[in-house]
Each structure stands twice: as structure tokens, then as C-alpha cells.
């Protein structure tokens, strides 16, 4: 259920990938089966494609990757979290456009 630039991150992965990035990651928590995860996929997709080089993009499955979920308090999906630097700089719970995923980005790049 991912493009071929997102990324999927597991509690396995989730140290080194994100937390030791060395550019700023979005991620993603959401499980299979939870309908507004899906509408938000396409977006999520677009945001890995378009940021390709200077952002990592990529998704948890909060229902296979539990101790990841639990660390970040995920109590609702999708959320989205972005981190930078090791550190939680955005949290967006629910269905947000991609407009306003760009303007985290953005900020996140240039900050």
C-alpha cells in the first residue's frame, strides 16, 4: 500500500531510520484497516515522490509495530508525525491536505 519512494519503518528500523536521520522524516502511523489511513495514502505517496532527496516519507503499521505507537502516545490514526534532528517538530492527527504537509516540510528543511 506504499509508492516506491515511501519508505516503511518498523520498531526495528524506527532508531536508525528516523531518530539518527540525518535529513527530516514524515511519518506516517496507520493500519490496514482504518479508512481514513487509506484516503490519506495517495497523498502521503505524492509527499515521498516530491521531497524524494531532502526528506524521508514513509509509514508505520501502529498495528504490527506496537512499541513505536506506545513511545509516541499514538492514540488515534492516521497521525502524522514529522521528526528532525531526533525530535518530534510536528504532530497532525486526521485527514490534512497536502498543502499543508508541504508547509511542515518546508519549514522543516529550511529551519
Known sequence: MAGPNTLE????????????????????FWAEW???CRMLAPTIDKLATDYKDR??????DTDANRQ???????SAIPTVILFKGGQVLS????LKSEADFK?????????
Open 9 to 28: 519503518f518498523t520498531d526495528g528500523n524506527f532508531e536508525q531510520e528516523v531518530l539518527k536521520s540525518s535529513v527530516p522524516v514524515l511519518v506516517d
Open 34 to 36: 482504518c479508512q481514513p
Open 55 to 60: 526528506v524521508k516519507v514513509g509509514k508505520l
Open 68 to 74: 513505536v505507537a506506545v513511545k509516541f502516545g499514538i
Open 91 to 94: 504532530k497532525v492527527v486526521g
Open 103 to 111: 508547509t511542515m516540510l518546508d519549514g522543516a528543511i529550511k529551519g
